[in-house]
């Protein structure tokens, strides 16, 4: 039954009752009233008037309206006859008082009289006590059915108060309760309402719903797994190393390759939080250390030495980190492919110093005189083999050196040195270049500087190298100070030139290797070399390298090393 149906029948019902309350109630009250009327009218005047008659008769004698008095009382009881019986004495009361209305002084029949008026004052009070029983009974039957009408009516009333709320609440529970589990994403959930009014068509609808989105969510979750499997499978197959970290530093995914290099399985740490891994795996603590470091990793994997760079990479949602990638990259090949030719170039110079020198030194003998004069034109020819043999040398001699700095194999020969020893040798090598520019080289050491512990010749080249710069950069017939100096316990080597300067935006990448500035001297030749051998010759001693330069107004290239004890 529909709840709008039931909710009316009730209704419908209370209204009937109320209504059937009520008449019975006004049929009783009215039976009642009228009984009690009819008492009054019936009887009650009766014995009035006879009252009345009796108290007439009595004073016949004495009061003249006596007489009248009695016969408006008997006119009246006449018209109020309502009892068996009462006829007949009324009748007989009339016939006596007409005796007595023929002789006013005969009061022989007064007797009679008397016994005529208790006739029908016997009568109609025995009718007064009876009806008043009738009354009783009617009153008792009435509080008799409205006990009973009222005591089902309660009855009746306590049900529905008892069960309405129930047939209303009950569904609405059920309802949100399975609200509340679609909501949890609890699309099983469904709901059993054995009713077949309104909540039952609702609990209906919301099973459709429940089973449409339990088809959506799992049609989505498919293909989110196949999507998942998909992008594991290709991180899997990759040659790189990567580990997947979520925002609080634990294990989220590792791929074949990684899980060789660190030497754990996936399943293992899973989950785990990275730095507690680390604490027993040595690759994970370097990964997990300094994430800027670009240095390589040499890490011995399946039987074989394997080089990588590591990357370490921000995954960001909507501005909020939600966690890292570490990717290890094999560099191995370029590894390989760079040692080789790193070799390739440190043969090459090597095999090539030697002849190169010869040259070198053939020219310089064809230029004396006293094996045989030259032609001017040929002395020319001569001195220009020469100079293209030293910058030979030099350049062969640079990528030697570059070699031998990236296979890590630089040869120190540290030995206490003074800083003047280490200035004569460069002032000596670079004093007839100066010349030919007309440069003076302003050497300005600070006395009695103590020894340092240096590879004299490595520092000499750096000097030397700094000089030549200096003298190439530099306009002609211009100065450049070589000063030497003691500073805060170092002891500093810095040559300043007034050339052209270096822009401050290219002053971060001068110690790199081959980088040369855009377009500041194509013609005068260079690897662009020299200054990054210079910075690993000073590093590798333990000092510092440095360059403060203004464009326009000169540079100045510097070195230190603290003193030691
Ligand atoms: P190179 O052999 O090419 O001179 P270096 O490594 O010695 O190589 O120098 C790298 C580059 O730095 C040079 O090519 C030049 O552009 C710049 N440089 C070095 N010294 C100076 C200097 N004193 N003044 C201006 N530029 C300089």
Not at 118 to 128: G, K, P, S
Not at 213 to 238: H, W
Not at 359 to 384: C, V, W
Request: charged share 25%.
């Amino acid at each position: 039954m529909r709840l709008k149906t039931k909710l009316s029948i009730s209704l419908i019902f209370l209204f009937l009752v109320i209504v059937l309350f009520g008449v019975l109630g006004v049929v009783y009250i009215n039976i009642l009233s009228d009984q009690s009327q009819q008492i009054l009218k019936n009887n009650y005047e009766s014995l009035v008037y006879s009252n009345n008659m009796l108290t007439a008769l009595e004073n016949i004698k004495i009061r003249k309206d006596a007489v009248q008095e009695f016969s408006d009382n008997l006119a009246k009881q006449q018209k109020n006859i309502t009892e068996i019986g009462e006829k007949e004495s009324t009748d007989e009361l009339t016939r006596n008082f007409h005796e007595l209305l023929a002789d006013p002084e005969d009061s022989s029949n007064y007797p009679e009289i008397r016994q005529s008026i208790y006739q029908i004052e016997q009568l109609n009070e025995m009718a007064i006590l009876r009806k008043n029983s009738v009354a009783t009974k009617t009153a008792e039957t009435a509080k008799l059915v409205l006990t009973i009408i009222f005591t089902i009516l309660t009855l009746i009333a306590f049900s529905f108060i008892y069960n309405l709320p129930a047939i209303i609440s009950d569904p609405i529970r059920t309802l949100s309760e399975g609200i509340a589990a679609i909501a949890n994403k609890n699309y099983a959930k469904r709901i059993y309402l054995r009713q077949k009014d309104e909540f039952g068509d609702l609990a209906h609808s919301f099973n459709i719903m429940a089973g449409k989105l339990d088809e959506y969510e799992n049609s989505n979750l498919a293909k989110i797994k196949f999507e998942k499997s998909r992008i594991e499978t290709i991180i899997n197959q990759m040659r790189d190393g990567i580990i997947g970290l979520d925002e609080k530093r634990h294990i989220l995914f590792l791929n074949a390759v990684s899980e060789k290099l660190l030497g754990l399985k996936e399943s293992d740490i899973i989950g785990k939080y990275a730095p507690d891994v680390a604490l027993k795996n040595d690759l994970m603590r370097t990964l997990l250390q300094d994430k800027n470091s670009k240095e390589e990793l040499k890490i011995f994997a399946d039987n074989k030495e394997s080089y990588f760079n590591r990357d370490v990479l921000t995954v960001q949602n909507n501005d909020q980190v939600i966690g890292q990638v570490i990717v290890l990259r094999n560099i191995t090949l370029f590894h390989e492919l760079n040692e080789a030719k790193t070799n390739f170039i440190a043969t090459v110079s090597h095999e090539l110093k030697t002849p190169i020198s010869s040259i070198k030194m053939s020219a310089q003998l064809l230029t004396d005189e006293r094996i045989g004069s030259l032609n001017t034109e040929q002395k020319e020819l001569t001195y220009s083999i020469y100079d293209d043999a030293e910058r030979l040398l030099k350049i062969t001699s640079e990528l030697l050196n570059m070699a031998q700095v990236e296979t890590g194999n630089i040869q120190l020969k540290i030995q206490p040195t003074t800083p003047e020893d280490i200035l004569k040798l460069s002032l000596h090598a670079v004093q007839f270049q100066a010349q030919q520019k007309g440069i003076e080289l302003l050497p300005n050491i600070q006395p009695s500087l103590p020894l340092i512990n240096v590879d004299q010749e490595k520092t000499a080249w750096v000097l030397i190298n700094f000089i030549t710069n200096a003298i190439k950069f530099s306009p002609e017939k211009s100065q450049i100070d070589i000063g030497i100096y003691q500073k805060e316990g170092d002891i500093c080597f810095e040559v300043q030139d007034y050339g052209r300067g270096i822009d401050q935006k290219y002053q971060g990448r001068i110690f790199d290797k081959y980088f040369k500035v855009p377009g500041s001297h194509e013609s005068l030749g260079g690897t662009g070399l020299g200054l990054a051998i210079s910075k690993e010759f000073i590093e590798s001693q333990g000092g510092t390298i440095w360059v403060k330069s203004k464009i326009g107004q000169g540079s100045s290239f510097g070195f230190s090393f603290r003193q030691t004890a």
